[in-house]
T-cell receptor, first 111, second 114 residues
Framework: QKEVEQNSGPLSVPEGAIASLNCTYSDRGSQSFFWYRQYSGKSPELIMSIYSNGDKEDGRFTAQLNKASQYVSLLIRDSQPSDSATYLCAVRGGGADGLTFGKGTHLIIQP | ETGVTQTPRHLVMGMTNKKSLKCEQHLGHNAMYWYKQSAKKPLELMFVYNFKEQTENNSVPSRFSPECPNSSHLFLHLHTLQPEDSALYLC?????????????FGQGTRLTVV
């Protein structure tokens, strides 16, 4: 059974600092990896995707993937209060398989 | 207009009612999904449709019945639900034939079964 593990938090980070969110997955055949942000009462919003080992940067966000360790992370630089949300890690095996999600990490950015 | 639209946004229904949730995508995608999000649990994949054909059913009870008349529309028909079925129901879409494809979600339907 495919599993995606995340620390549920809450993770509290001071404004302006780097927030580091981590995720591990069980299926070695996983091909695609995603980070979604979900505000309370809202639907998940895609913020990053990564498909190959290494780092991928987009603005203040950096996704990191290590397939050998089955580990995905998301770094948020210069954290803002508006970054406070639940961050969901999602993994796909291939093609249009449905995504397997972790429970999410609740991030709080303290002003 | 948003890429993936779900209606209604909120629904309260009795256990003997029959209702339907609707999802429409305007992204040119050909795969559509239903997910369930309950408190304290990860998003759960319910159904997957590829080019209108159902390709995955994750042991969902028969009181949930999906329908996909074309690649842009997806329905979830509900009947004789239980209070534990109360949750946020999310529709998503993506491209089927791309390995590196992103899924986009609608705003969800908040369902309460009384």
């Amino acid at each position: 059974q495919k599993e995606v593990e995340q620390n549920s938090g809450p993770l509290s980070v001071p404004e302006g600092a780097i927030a580091s969110l981590n995720c591990t997955y069980s299926d070695r055949g996983s091909q695609s990896f995603f980070w979604y942000r979900q505000y309370s009462g809202k639907s998940p919003e895609l913020i990053m995707s990564i498909y190959s080992n290494g780092d991928k940067e987009d603005g203040r966000f950096t996704a990191q993937l290590n397939k050998a360790s089955q580990y995905v992370s998301l770094l948020i630089r210069d954290s803002q209060p508006s970054d406070s949300a639940t961050y969901l890690c999602a993994v796909r095996g291939g093609g249009a398989d449905g995504l397997t999600f972790g429970k999410g990490t609740h991030l709080i950015i303290q002003p | 207009e948003t890429g993936v639209t779900q209606t209604p946004r909120h629904l309260v229904m009795g256990m003997t009612n029959k209702k339907s949730l609707k999802c429409e995508q305007h992204l040119g995608h050909n795969a559509m999904y239903w997910y369930k999000q309950s408190a304290k649990k990860p998003l759960e994949l319910m159904f997957v449709y590829n080019f209108k054909e159902q390709t995955e059913n994750n042991s969902v009870p028969s009181r949930f019945s999906p329908e996909c008349p074309n690649s842009s529309h997806l329905f979830l028909h509900l009947h004789t639900l239980q209070p534990e079925d109360s949750a946020l129901y999310l529709c998503a879409s993506s491209l089927w034939d791309s390995m590196n494809t992103e899924a986009f979600f609608g705003q969800g339907t908040r369902l309460t079964v009384v």
